[in-house]
Antibody
Framework: EVQLVQSGAEVKKPGESLKISCKGS????????IGWVRQMPGRGLEWMGIIYPGDSDARYSPSFQGQVTISADKSISTVYLQWSGLKASDSAMYYC????????????WGQGTTVTVSP | DIQMTQSPSSLSASVGDRVTITCRAS??????LNWYQQKPGKAPKLLIHSASSLQDGVPSRFSGSGSGTDFTLTINSLQPEDFATYFC???????????FGQGTKLEIK
């Protein structure tokens, strides 16, 4: 079964750093781009960026460039989303999703990771 | 950036109804338009890719159409499990900036 499994919920304080993960299985991990999507409480889906695990080529939405870092470790079929200084406004649900090689749609999604940033 | 505008933002309908949601791109995106369904507390689920292709396992009452800048998602004979929020997304951008529409919440009348 093709799946993406994300790390668990996080509660952090403003200014702290954080790295969440997304592990793929059931397919050739290095063959598909993996994207990250933010969903703030009660809001829509926001495209953050995408990475190709094969060579760690990462692209960022201008809204998130410089705010987060997307990385990958292909040896363990895992991509990461990290912050070096969290803000309360980073509190949200974060999803990873696989880009289909055929259609470019996001065809497999992780279950989501909730990040809460509170003093 | 390619902007995606969905309408309506919310919609009330009854079981058995036919509903249509529209999505407009700020520039031509050819047929690179996808539709997702999201239920509360769950990850989005791909319904339609490439504007009109039904994802495997998705019921045939869902259909998509359009090309260029204007697209529609149609749900025939609404079922109770279809009440959810629907998002469009373009995957045309050569910069891989795949923007979403703001979503349409489909509620039971």
């Amino acid at each position: 079964e093709v799946q993406l499994v994300q790390s668990g919920a996080e509660v952090k304080k403003p200014g702290e750093s954080l790295k969440i993960s997304c592990k793929g299985s059931g397919y050739i991990f290095t063959s598909n781009w993996i994207g990250w999507v933010r969903q703030m409480p009660g809001r829509g889906l926001e495209w953050m960026g995408i990475i190709y695990p094969g060579d760690s080529d990462a692209r960022y939405s201008p809204s998130f460039q410089g705010q987060v870092t997307i990385s990958a470790d292909k040896s363990i079929s895992t991509v990461y989303l990290q912050w070096s200084g969290l803000k309360a406004s980073d509190s949200a649900m974060y999803y990873c999703a696989r880009r289909s090689t055929y259609s470019y749609a996001m065809d497999v999604w992780g279950q989501g990771t909730t990040v809460t940033v509170s003093p | 950036d390619i902007q995606m505008t969905q309408s309506p933002s919310s919609l009330s309908a009854s079981v058995g109804d036919r509903v249509t949601i529209t999505c407009r791109a700020s520039q031509s995106i050819s047929g690179h338009l996808n539709w997702y369904q999201q239920k509360p507390g769950k990850a989005p689920k791909l319904l339609i890719h490439s504007a009109s292709s039904l994802q495997d396992g998705v019921p045939s009452r869902f259909s998509g159409s359009g090309s260029g800048t204007d697209f529609t998602l149609t749900i025939n004979s609404l079922q109770p499990e279809d009440f959810a929020t629907y998002f469009c997304q373009q995957t045309y951008s050569s910069l891989l900036m795949y923007t979403f529409g703001q979503g349409t919440k489909l509620e039971i009348k």
